[in-house]
């Protein structure tokens, strides 16, 4: 597990702000290649009433090229993020 801690509110998230600080600010984001730690993760978030956004991705091994693993970015927030009520 790998975890880069935000030192200030990044000036863009995934999808930007309407205003300036009207997003969650990050608190740090960690990477992980097993899907327990990252849903221990996600609960902790949880009871701690935090946002969060998590993404996958496939990363191929040198040592084994044929057989790409997923991994994970989990980003913590400082806030739940507001949903966008037009989303189905």
């Known amino acids: 597990m790998t975890i880069d801690v935000a030192a200030e509110t990044p000036d863009t998230l995934s999808e930007p702000a309407e205003e300036p ?7 740090y984001t960690a990477y992980f290649s097993a899907v327990e ?6 609960r902790a978030a949880d ?3 935090l946002g ?7 990363v191929t091994p040198e ?9 994970f970015e989990f980003t913590l927030l400082s806030e739940l993020p507001a949903r966008d009520e037009e989303r189905d």
Do not use: C, K, T, W
Not at 52 to 58: A, D, H, K, P
Not at 63 to 71: H, K, M, N
């Open 63 to 71: 040592d084994a090229p044929d057989a790409p693993q997923v991994e």
């Open 47 to 49: 009871v701690l009433n």
């Open 52 to 58: 969060f956004r998590v993404e996958s991705y496939l």
């Open 37 to 42: 730690e990252l849903v221990e993760h996600m």
């Open 21 to 27: 600080g009207a997003g969650p600010s990050i608190i």
